[in-house]
């Protein structure tokens, strides 16, 4: 045998042992991912039970329609000035009705009119600390008027932060709204984008408070670091709990966001927050993720979670802005559904007041969605059956609610914001 035959089966040798190795690698690393999705599966089952019975006493402990709040106390929260938080009390004294983290408050506003006198608004703003027993918050940003567009600033959130001061009175609906977190022990991921934060930060503070073991991992989104809210107390968080893991994600970072400072907690990354991120950073785990923010970034992190093998249940979240997000595999299953109850068909939808009558298929999201996409406009507040803002007069046909609504509409009424069509249906918008 030459050397040159010999220094072949060597290296045969040494390429088959690390063969091998790789494929006793892989099957303990396919064992145990098969092994965190069974307890993943089993931990779902135990918390949409746990939630589900908190939720049902939440609900039966909350007042029915306006209840009175004093303003106690305003207070900016980020350097640029445009994101400020209202302290409010009850001005009965009575106790507060709790709250299960992420939910939202809709208020209803009397603000003045162009034309004189005032306009009564209902909108809805996410609370944003963990339930405290005297008092709630919620963080409000500005909302400019679109840069290149004929349209107003935001009315509501502007009447706050020029015309809402300390002292005033409010008329505030009880806590509601179907995104809010488990009380499971499985880790959890939340991202926020922009204003999107309020109710990660909710879920946050109760998580470091109630489960202070509980593995949290933060992934807040914005253009730099002027937007950052309370981005102080985020960083305090950090140095007090080692299992808060903390990640601002800049878009458009300042001159400042590109220099390195040992001193500052979290890590920070000159990018959007974004699904590769995410598999570059996170452990191997059953985590939930809980996403906030406006819908170009749902409709890019939702599918790309879901791709990445996720499941669905452990996908929770809530769109601000125009529309919403509507998850792959929920639509195809109730496509493949419609079909086989042989009901794919088209349902005719006929808005009144607008003179359209439209074909509603299945994939096509709820009729305020549908509304929207075809250029009716249509008031709507939550988007989750929770303020009634999209409250609509049905004149003839029935619908089917995607989920128990919050807010119990009139006889004869609907919330589109949580229907579809179960039948050819007239609505009065």
């Not at 944003?128 to 840069?147: E, L």
């Not at 996908?315 to 997000?325: K, Q």
């Amino acid at each position: 045998m030459t050397s040159l035959y010999l220094l072949l089966w060597i290296a045969g040798g040494i390429l088959l042992q690390i063969a091998v190795y790789l494929g006793i690698c892989f099957w303990h690393h396919w064992q145990a991912y098969q092994a965190l999705r069974h307890i993943a599966a089993e931990s779902d089952i135990a918390a949409t039970s746990e939630v589900s019975i908190e939720a049902q006493e939440i609900t039966a402990a909350a007042w029915s329609g306006l209840r009175t709040f004093r303003v106690e106390r305003k207070a900016l929260e980020d350097a640029a000035g445009q994101i400020c938080s209202f302290h409010l009390k009850p001005e009965d004294g009575r106790p507060l009705a709790p709250f299960l983290p992420g939910q939202f408050l809709t208020f209803r506003l009397d603000i003045p009119a162009s034309q004189g006198g005032t306009e009564s608004v209902i909108r809805c703003y996410s609370l944003s600390d963990a339930p405290q027993q005297n008092t709630y918050r919620v963080s409000i940003k500005r909302a400019p008027a679109p840069a290149g567009k004929q349209v107003a600033p935001g009315v509501s959130s502007n009447y706050f932060h020029d015309y809402v001061k300390e002292g005033n009175l409010l008329q505030v609906r009880a806590p509601s709204g179907h995104f809010y977190i488990d009380r499971s022990e499985s880790p959890v991921v939340l991202i926020g984008g922009g204003i999107g934060i309020t109710p990660m930060l909710s879920m946050l503070n109760w998580c470091l408070t109630v489960q202070p073991a509980r593995e949290v991992w933060l992934f807040y989104g914005v253009r730099n670091s002027s937007e950052l809210m309370m981005k102080s107390h985020l960083q305090d968080l950090v140095g007090a709990h080692s299992n808060f893991h903390l990640h601002l994600c800049f878009s458009d970072p300042l001159a400042t966001d590109l220099v390195d400072n040992p001193a500052r907690q979290g890590q920070h990354h000159h990018s959007r927050v974004d699904v590769a991120l995410l598999r570059r950073l996170l452990p191997l785990k059953p985590y939930h993720f809980h996403i906030c923010g406006p819908t170009p970034m749902l409709a890019s992190l939702v599918p790309a979670l879901e791709d990445w093998g996720v499941p669905d249940g452990r996908i929770h979240f809530e769109a601000f802005g125009p529309a919403s997000v509507t998850r792959k595999k929920s639509a195809a299953a109730r496509a493949s559904a419609s079909i086989a109850d042989g009901n794919g068909d088209a349902v005719m939808v006929l808005f009144a007041k607008s003179g359209k009558q439209l074909p509603w298929q299945p994939g096509m999201g709820s009729l305020l969605e549908f509304a929207e996409a075809n250029g009716i406009a249509v008031n709507s507040g939550c988007r989750a059956g929770g303020c009634g803002s999209c409250q609509t007069s049905i004149r003839t046909g029935e619908v089917a609610y995607t989920q128990s609504p919050d807010f119990d509409p009139e006889p004869g009424n609907c919330l589109l914001c949580v229907c579809t069509p179960k039948t050819a249906v007239t609505l009065e918008v």
